[in-house]
């Protein structure tokens, strides 16, 4: 299986950028999706093919990477964006999904 | 507007059975592959199946395999989930999810609101 491995979590201030990093165990190419999720909601697609954003998303959010090293930026922090964020990839199955970031305000 | 719907879940001893469902709607639901998706409490997310658009191929993961089936009905836009012989680590929220495509590429771009399943005596 692929494993995906992400921070636990990261703190930021209003206003500042941040990046959530994922790293995959194998190549994935660019079959590498973001997903965020607020407490007590389903995951929301952000980005898709690993840097593609999905229609809805605002343009605050970024992704960017190929083979095994991908990261999702968010360009300005909103208080909005606490939340927790997942990466995924479509490479293999089973499809497998990171541990997560959970993206905290200092 | 897409809407997928989940029903079914529930508290369930050990061994015994559940059957979760999905109504979709919003979309044209034979066109898409569908998921189910699941989540332990205070955990990640997990795939679980997925099935292809007209039925013909589904697809599990290692945990579930002989346990779990998963099947849809198009002409009821629906999405099923057979649990059979649960285990307590089966507990879980579990989500439907439709796939959608890119260049080869599979994603879920839509997730329903979920569905608690607890396995406890």
């Known amino acids: 299986d692929t494993v995906l491995t992400q921070s636990p979590a990261l703190a930021v201030s209003l206003g500042q950028r941040v990046t959530i990093s994922c790293r995959a165990s194998?190549?994935?190419?660019?079959?590498m999706h973001w997903y965020q999720q607020k407490s007590g909601q389903q995951p929301k697609l952000l980005i898709y093919s690993a840097s593609n954003l999905e229609s809805g998303v605002p343009s605050r959010f970024s992704g960017s990477g190929s083979g095994t090293d991908f990261t999702l930026t968010i360009d300005p922090v909103e208080a909005d964006d606490i939340a927790n964020y997942y990466c995924q990839q479509s490479n293999e199955l089973p499809l497998t999904f990171g541990s997560g970031t959970k993206l905290e305000i200092k | 507007e897409v809407q997928l719907v989940e029903s079914g879940g529930g508290l369930v001893q050990p061994g015994r059975s559940m059957k979760l469902s999905c109504a979709a709607s919003g979309f044209t639901f034979n066109n898409y592959d569908m998921a189910w998706v699941c989540q332990a409490p205070k955990k990640g997310l997990e795939w679980v199946a997925t099935i292809s658009y007209d039925g013909s191929s589904t697809y599990y993961r290692d945990s579930v395999k002989g346990r779990f089936t998963i099947s849809r009905d198009n002409a009821k836009s629906t999405l099923y989930l057979q649990m059979d012989s649960l285990r307590s680590e089966d507990t879980a929220t579990y989500y439907c999810a439709r796939q959608d495509y890119y260049s080869g590429d599979v994603y879920f771009d839509y997730w329903g609101q979920g569905v608690m399943v607890t396995v406890s005596s």
């Open positions: 194998k190549s994935v190419s660019t079959y």
